[in-house]
C-alpha cells in the first residue's frame, strides 16, 4: 500500500498512528486491518465520504476502504429492501503497519461489558422460514438455493473505540483460518450532503468488527481471483475430529451446496474475465468453531475494479442463486432490511500492487507493454464479504446477522444450529457466548488422513473444460480447432470457421454468461442479451434461449410469454434455434409434451442421461419436467408441433432432449461446472441446428 506517515510526537512513541485511534474519542475514522497471511496489522485513517453508486468510489491516487450495503444491489436492478445505508468509504490519508505482537499487547485485552438479548427470529420461527423456502421456492422453481439471514442482538454502554478496538483483539487472538480480521469506524461525513443514517443499519456512525473466512474478489496485475466457500462443518464442544469431518466431506447436501455457489461464481467470472475463469482446488479452511470447504477461481480481467465489484454483485454463498431470483426471495423472507450484511469492504489501492498468498508465478506476470495504464484500473482490489460481523449502532444495540444456505436437502432445525454456530465465534469475541477451547487445543483437520484424498474425490465430478487454463474469444480470423486445442486437448474441434452470429438470450439467470463463453470457444461470436431488452430474433445465425427461474406452464409471466413467442418466430422463419433448460421446457410444451413437477427438485444434481443415444454426465438445475409420451395428432396452426420433434428421455420418462430440422433443446445445464460432457453436447447439438457435419473427434 501506498503510505504517508505523520512524524511521532514522541521519540519513544514506536506505533504512533496506533496510539492515536486508541486514544480517539470516536470522531476519528480509522480502520484496523489483519488480513491472511500477514502477521501485521494495517492502521489506516484518514477521512469519510458517502458515494451514491460503486462507479463513484473516490479513485483520485489515495488508498480507498469502501463498506458496500447490500442495498447496492439496485445497481443491477435486483430487488431489495432499500434501507438507505450508505456506501460509506474511508480514504485513506495515513497509515502504519504493526507487527502483530505489539498490537495485541496495545489493544484492550478485555471485551466491554454487552447485555445479550436473543436471536430477532426465534428458532421455531426461523425453523419455519426454512421449510416455506424449500416448500414455496426451491419446490416452484424459483431457484438452486437461498439464503435467509436473522441477527443476534444485545446491547452495551460501551464507547464505539473501546468497544471495536476490544473485538478486534479478542478476534484476532481467538479466531483463526479468517481471511480479513477488521474494525472499522466511520463517522458520517460533516459535509458533502451525506444522507442521514437509517435506524437500523449503525445510526449515524459506521462502526463494525468482524473475522470473514470468505474473499469475495480481488484484482491484482489483471488477475481476478474468487473464492466460493460452501458447506459447513460444525464443530462438536469437544472440538473437531477427523471421523467428523470425513463424514461432513461425503455428505451429499453439503457437497452440492459447493458446486452450486461454485457454478454461481463461474457465471460471474465469465462476465468478468473474456477468457472465462478456472476452478482451483478445493481446499478446506478451518476455523476456530466451524470448517468450510472452497475453492478458488481465477481468470484474467481489464476492467475498472469498481466495474469489476460491480459485476459480481453479491456473492450466492450469502445470497442464493440465480441471483436475480435470490434478491427477490430474500425480500419475501426478510422483514428488516440487511443492512451490510452480505455487502463487502473493498480496499482500494494504487499502484495495482498487494500482498496476495494466492499469487502464482504462470499466470500473474506481464509481457512487454501489458502493464496496466495509470488511472482506476492500476489500482489493486480487495474485497471481503461482510459475514462474522458485529455492528455497534448509535443507540448501543449490538447486532450480529447470520445466515443460512438453503437447498433441497435442507433440515430446517439443522439451518437454526448453522446460524448459531456461525454467530458464535464473534459472539464469543464479544464475550456473549463462552469461548471454550482456543486454536492450540484443536487438530488440524488437513493434516489428517484421508482428508486429502475426500477432497480430491470431490473434483471427480467437475468439468475438465473449466478446471482448464482458458483461453480469451477467438477472433474472426481464429480457427475454432486453433482454440479448442490450445484452451483444452480434450475438448470437441469444430469443423467451420469462426464468424457464426449468436445471439444468447437471458431470463434471469446468468448461465447464459457461461453459455457463451462455450459458445465462443466453439469459433462463434455469442452476445448476452437479457430477455426484456431483444428487439430481434431473426437476424442471427444462431438464437440461443437460455435458462430461468419459473414455471414453465405459467404463461401469464411475461418471460415464459416471450420464450413462446421467440420459439415460434425462429421456428416459423426456419432459423437456427437451441433452447436450455427453462426454454427447452416451454419448446417441449409447444411441442406437446405435458409438463410436469419432478418428485423431487434436481438443483445441482449431476446425473448420467441418454442425449440421443450417447450417456452425458450433465448438470441439472430443474424442478419441472417435460414427460415423454405419444403426441395427438400435429396442430395445423401449431409450427412446434407440425416439426415432430425427435425426443430423448431418461430412465424416468424425463425428456432429457429434443431435436428436429433447425431445431435442438436441451434439459441440462452444458454449461454448469458439473457438466463433465458439457461441452461435447453443446458441440454436436449446435453442429445439429447449424447443419453442420458431425464432429468425428466427438467420440467419448
Same mark, same amino acid.
Given at each position: 500500500?501506498?503510505?504517508?506517515?505523520?512524524?511521532?510526537?514522541?521519540?519513544?512513541?514506536?506505533?504512533?498512528?496506533?496510539?492515536?485511534?486508541?486514544?480517539?474519542?470516536?470522531?476519528?475514522?480509522?480502520?484496523?486491518?489483519?488480513?491472511?497471511?500477514? &502477521?501485521?496489522?494495517?492502521?489506516?485513517?484518514?477521512? =469519510? /465520504?458517502?458515494?451514491? +453508486?460503486?462507479? *463513484? %468510489? !473516490?479513485? $483520485?491516487?489515495?488508498?480507498?476502504?469502501?463498506?458496500?450495503?447490500?442495498?447496492?444491489?439496485?445497481?443491477?436492478?435486483?430487488?431489495?429492501?432499500?434501507?438507505?445505508?450508505?456506501?460509506?468509504?474511508?480514504?485513506?490519508?495515513?497509515?502504519?503497519?504493526?507487527?502483530?505482537?505489539? &498490537?495485541?499487547?496495545?489493544?484492550?485485552?478485555?471485551? =466491554? /461489558?454487552?447485555?445479550? +438479548?436473543?436471536? *430477532? %427470529? !426465534?428458532? $421455531?420461527?426461523?425453523?419455519?422460514?426454512?421449510?416455506?423456502?424449500?416448500?414455496?421456492?426451491?419446490?416452484?422453481?424459483?431457484?438452486?438455493?437461498?439464503?435467509?439471514?436473522?441477527?443476534?442482538?444485545?446491547?452495551?454502554?460501551?464507547?464505539?473505540?473501546?468497544?471495536?478496538?476490544?473485538?478486534?483483539?479478542?478476534?484476532?487472538?481467538?479466531? =483463526?483460518?479468517?481471511?480479513?480480521?477488521?474494525?472499522?469506524?466511520?463517522?458520517?461525513?460533516?459535509?458533502?450532503?451525506?444522507?442521514?443514517?437509517?435506524?437500523?443499519?449503525?445510526?449515524?456512525?459506521?462502526?463494525?468488527?468482524?473475522?470473514?473466512?470468505?474473499?469475495?474478489?480481488?484484482?491484482?496485475?489483471?488477475?481476478?481471483?474468487?473464492?466460493?466457500?460452501?458447506?459447513?462443518?460444525?464443530?462438536?464442544?469437544?472440538?473437531?475430529?477427523?471421523?467428523?469431518?470425513?463424514?461432513?466431506?461425503?455428505?451429499?447436501?453439503?457437497?452440492?451446496?459447493?458446486?452450486?455457489?461454485?457454478?454461481?461464481?463461474?457465471?460471474?467470472?465469465?462476465?468478468?474475465?473474456?477468457?472465462?475463469?478456472?476452478?482451483?482446488?478445493?481446499?478446506?479452511?478451518?476455523?476456530?468453531?466451524?470448517?468450510?470447504?472452497?475453492?478458488?477461481?481465477?481468470?484474467?480481467?481489464?476492467?475498472?475494479?469498481?466495474?469489476?465489484?460491480?459485476?459480481?454483485?453479491?456473492?450466492?454463498?450469502?445470497?442464493?442463486?440465480?441471483?436475480?431470483?435470490?434478491?427477490?426471495?430474500?425480500?419475501?423472507?426478510?422483514?428488516?432490511?440487511?443492512?451490510?450484511?452480505?455487502?463487502?469492504?473493498?480496499?482500494?489501492?494504487?499502484?495495482?500492487?498487494?500482498?496476495?498468498?494466492?499469487?502464482?508465478?504462470?499466470?500473474?506476470?506481464?509481457?512487454?507493454?501489458?502493464?496496466?495504464?495509470?488511472?482506476?484500473?492500476?489500482?489493486?482490489?480487495?474485497?471481503?464479504?461482510?459475514?462474522?460481523?458485529?455492528?455497534?449502532?448509535?443507540?448501543?444495540?449490538?447486532?450480529?446477522?447470520?445466515?443460512?444456505?438453503?437447498?433441497?436437502?435442507?433440515?430446517?432445525?439443522?439451518?437454526?444450529?448453522?446460524?448459531?454456530?456461525?454467530?458464535?465465534?464473534?459472539?464469543?469475541?464479544?464475550?456473549?457466548?463462552?469461548?471454550?477451547?482456543?486454536?492450540?487445543?484443536?487438530?488440524?483437520?488437513?493434516?489428517?488422513?484421508?482428508?486429502?484424498?475426500?477432497?480430491?474425490?470431490?473434483?471427480?465430478?467437475?468439468?475438465?473444460?473449466?478446471?482448464?487454463?482458458?483461453?480469451?474469444?477467438?477472433?474472426?480470423?481464429?480457427?475454432?480447432?486453433?482454440?479448442?486445442?490450445?484452451?483444452?486437448?480434450?475438448?470437441?474441434?469444430?469443423?467451420?470457421?469462426?464468424?457464426?452470429?449468436?445471439?444468447?438470450?437471458?431470463?434471469?439467470?446468468?448461465?447464459?454468461?457461461?453459455?457463451?463463453?462455450?459458445?465462443?470457444?466453439?469459433?462463434?461470436?455469442?452476445?448476452?442479451?437479457?430477455?426484456?431488452?431483444?428487439?430481434?430474433?431473426?437476424?442471427?445465425?444462431?438464437?440461443?434461449?437460455?435458462?430461468?427461474?419459473?414455471?414453465?406452464?405459467?404463461?401469464?409471466?411475461?418471460?415464459?410469454?416471450?420464450?413462446?413467442?421467440?420459439?415460434?418466430?425462429?421456428?416459423?422463419?426456419?432459423?437456427?434455434?437451441?433452447?436450455?433448460?427453462?426454454?427447452?421446457?416451454?419448446?417441449?410444451?409447444?411441442?406437446?409434451?405435458?409438463?410436469?413437477?419432478?418428485?423431487?427438485?434436481?438443483?445441482?444434481?449431476?446425473?448420467?442421461?441418454?442425449?440421443?443415444?450417447?450417456?452425458?454426465?450433465?448438470?441439472?438445475?430443474?424442478?419441472?419436467?417435460?414427460?415423454?409420451?405419444?403426441?395427438?395428432?400435429?396442430?395445423?396452426?401449431?409450427?412446434?408441433?407440425?416439426?415432430?420433434?425427435?425426443?430423448?428421455?431418461?430412465?424416468?420418462?424425463?425428456?432429457?432432449?429434443?431435436?428436429?430440422?433447425?431445431?435442438?433443446?436441451?434439459?441440462?445445464?452444458?454449461?454448469?461446472?458439473?457438466?463433465?460432457?458439457?461441452?461435447?453436447?453443446?458441440?454436436?447439438?449446435?453442429?445439429?441446428?447449424?447443419?453442420?457435419?458431425?464432429?468425428?473427434?466427438?467420440?467419448?
Amino acid at each position: 500500500m501506498s503510505r504517508t506517515h505523520r512524524p511521532a510526537t514522541s521519540a519513544t512513541t514506536r506505533h504512533p498512528l496506533l496510539d492515536r485511534v486508541l486514544a480517539s474519542d470516536g470522531s476519528l475514522p480509522f480502520a484496523l486491518l489483519r488480513r491472511h497471511g500477514v &502477521a501485521e496489522v494495517e492502521v489506516l485513517v484518514g477521512e =469519510v /465520504a458517502d458515494a451514491d +453508486l460503486l462507479g *463513484d %468510489i !473516490p479513485l $483520485d491516487g489515495a488508498p480507498v476502504l469502501a463498506v458496500v450495503p447490500f442495498r447496492q444491489a439496485r445497481e443491477r436492478g435486483f430487488t431489495v429492501h432499500d434501507d438507505g445505508a450508505p456506501l460509506r468509504c474511508l480514504v485513506v490519508r495515513e497509515s502504519e503497519r504493526v507487527p502483530l505482537p505489539d &498490537a495485541v499487547a496495545a489493544l484492550p485485552p478485555e471485551s =466491554v /461489558a454487552a447485555e445479550p +438479548l436473543g436471536f *430477532d %427470529i !426465534p428458532d $421455531d420461527e426461523y425453523a419455519g422460514i426454512v421449510r416455506r423456502v424449500i416448500d414455496d421456492e426451491i419446490g416452484q422453481g424459483a431457484g438452486a438455493n437461498f439464503v435467509v439471514m436473522r441477527r443476534f442482538e444485545a446491547r452495551t454502554g460501551a464507547a464505539p473505540v473501546p468497544a471495536l478496538t476490544s473485538w478486534f483483539r479478542a478476534l484476532i487472538t481467538h479466531e =483463526v483460518g479468517s481471511y480479513w480480521t477488521f474494525a472499522v469506524h466511520a463517522p458520517a461525513p460533516a459535509t458533502g450532503g451525506a444522507r442521514p443514517m437509517p435506524a437500523d443499519p449503525a445510526g449515524g456512525t459506521l462502526s463494525l468488527a468482524g473475522a470473514t473466512p470468505e474473499r469475495h474478489l480481488t484484482v491484482r496485475d489483471g488477475v481476478a481471483r474468487m473464492n466460493p466457500i460452501s458447506g459447513t462443518y460444525r464443530h462438536p464442544v469437544t472440538g473437531p475430529t477427523r471421523d467428523g469431518v470425513l463424514e461432513f466431506l461425503r455428505d451429499t447436501k453439503e457437497n452440492e451446496e459447493l458446486f452450486m455457489v461454485v457454478d454461481e461464481e463461474m457465471k460471474m467470472m465469465s462476465a468478468l474475465c473474456p477468457g472465462g475463469g478456472r476452478i482451483v482446488g478445493p481446499y478446506l479452511k478451518q476455523m476456530a468453531r466451524l470448517s468450510h470447504t472452497e475453492y478458488l477461481l481465477e481468470g484474467r480481467t481489464t476492467l475498472d475494479p469498481r466495474e469489476a465489484l460491480r459485476l459480481t454483485m453479491f456473492a450466492p454463498t450469502v445470497t442464493g442463486s440465480p441471483m436475480e431470483n435470490a434478491c427477490t426471495v430474500i425480500a419475501r423472507h426478510e422483514t428488516r432490511p440487511r443492512g451490510y450484511y452480505s455487502g463487502f469492504l473493498a480496499l482500494f489501492e494504487p499502484g495495482d500492487v498487494g500482498s496476495d498468498p494466492d499469487r502464482r508465478a504462470d499466470d500473474a506476470g506481464h509481457g512487454p507493454g501489458e502493464r496496466p495504464e495509470a488511472g482506476p484500473r492500476a489500482y489493486s482490489l480487495d474485497a471481503p464479504i461482510l459475514i462474522r460481523t458485529a455492528y455497534l449502532h448509535d443507540d448501543g444495540r449490538v447486532s450480529v446477522p447470520a445466515g443460512a444456505t438453503l437447498v433441497r436437502h435442507s433440515v430446517p432445525e439443522h439451518e437454526v444450529e448453522e446460524t448459531r454456530a456461525k454467530a458464535a465465534g464473534v459472539l464469543a469475541s464479544l464475550g456473549l457466548v463462552p469461548r471454550g477451547a482456543g486454536p492450540d487445543a484443536v487438530i488440524d483437520l488437513n493434516a489428517q488422513p484421508g482428508v486429502a484424498e475426500a477432497l480430491i474425490a470431490r473434483n471427480r465430478q467437475l468439468a475438465g473444460f473449466w478446471v482448464q487454463p482458458q483461453e480469451a474469444a477467438p477472433t474472426t480470423t481464429t480457427t475454432a480447432t486453433t482454440t479448442a486445442t490450445t484452451a483444452d486437448p480434450d475438448a470437441p474441434e469444430p469443423s467451420w470457421p469462426t464468424g457464426r452470429s449468436v445471439l444468447v438470450v437471458d431470463h434471469e439467470d446468468q448461465f447464459t454468461t457461461m453459455l457463451a463463453h462455450q459458445l465462443r470457444h466453439l469459433g462463434m461470436n455469442a452476445r448476452v442479451i437479457r430477455w426484456d431488452a431483444v428487439d430481434d430474433v431473426l437476424a442471427d445465425d444462431l438464437v440461443v434461449l437460455g435458462p430461468g427461474p419459473g414455471d414453465p406452464r405459467d404463461r401469464e409471466d411475461p418471460r415464459i410469454a416471450a420464450i413462446a413467442r421467440r420459439i415460434h418466430e425462429r421456428v416459423t422463419a426456419g432459423r437456427p434455434l437451441l433452447a436450455v433448460c427453462l426454454s427447452h421446457q416451454v419448446l417441449a410444451g409447444l411441442a406437446g409434451f405435458p409438463i410436469r413437477a419432478l418428485p423431487a427438485p434436481r438443483q445441482g444434481v449431476r446425473l448420467e442421461a441418454d442425449v440421443f443415444g450417447t450417456t452425458a454426465a450433465v448438470g441439472y438445475y430443474n424442478t419441472f419436467g417435460a414427460r415423454l409420451t405419444t403426441l395427438d395428432a400435429a396442430d395445423a396452426d401449431n409450427p412446434v408441433a407440425r416439426l415432430a420433434l425427435e425426443p430423448s428421455a431418461d430412465a424416468n420418462g424425463v425428456l432429457t432432449a429434443l431435436r428436429g430440422p433447425g431445431v435442438a433443446s436441451v434439459q441440462g445445464h452444458l454449461e454448469s461446472v458439473l457438466s463433465a460432457d458439457g461441452i461435447t453436447v453443446l458441440d454436436a447439438l449446435t453442429r445439429h441446428v447449424l447443419g453442420a457435419p458431425a464432429n468425428p473427434a466427438a467420440t467419448r
